[in-house]
Nanobody, 127 residues
Framework: QVQLGESGGGLVHSGGSLRLSCTAS????????IAWFRRVPGKQREAVSC????????YYHDSVKERFTISRDNARNTVYLQMNSLEPDDTAAYYC????????????????????WGQGTQVTVSS
């Protein structure tokens, strides 16, 4: 059974760090594009970062460049999102997603391309 499970969320002060984990089961995460999205209540879900299957090419939303880093550990079948210098605007529910029917060479920020989603983990940054 294909599943994605997120962990690592929590409450942190502005300027702090968190590392989110997305552990895949039922498939090899490094064979597919994996992305992190976030959603704030009342707003659309937005892509934060993604990592491509074939060569690890990455994408970052402009608002998180230089602060967030996506990586994967193939042995643990896990994709991480290291979040540094967190700001109150980073407060959101964070979801990982896998594109198990990839049509493009590189991962994408387009939500509709992702076929499988985790349940999400809450990140709250206090000012």
């Amino acid at each position: 059974q294909v599943q994605l499970g997120e962990s690592g969320g929590g409450l942190v002060h502005s300027g702090g760090s968190l590392r989110l984990s997305c552990t895949a089961s039922g498939f090899r995460a490094n064979d597919y594009h994996i992305a992190w999205f976030r959603r704030v209540p009342g707003k659309q879900r937005e892509a934060v970062s993604c990592i491509s299957s074939h060569d690890g090419t990455t994408y970052y939303h402009d608002s998180v460049k230089e602060r967030f880093t996506i990586s994967r550990d193939n042995a643990r079948n896990t994709v991480y999102l290291q979040m540094n210098s967190l700001e109150p605007d980073d407060t959101a529910a964070y979801y990982c997603a896998a594109d198990l029917r990839p049509m493009y060479r590189d991962c994408s920020a387009a939500e509709h391309l992702y076929t499988n989603w985790g349940q999400g983990t809450q990140v709250t940054v206090s000012s």
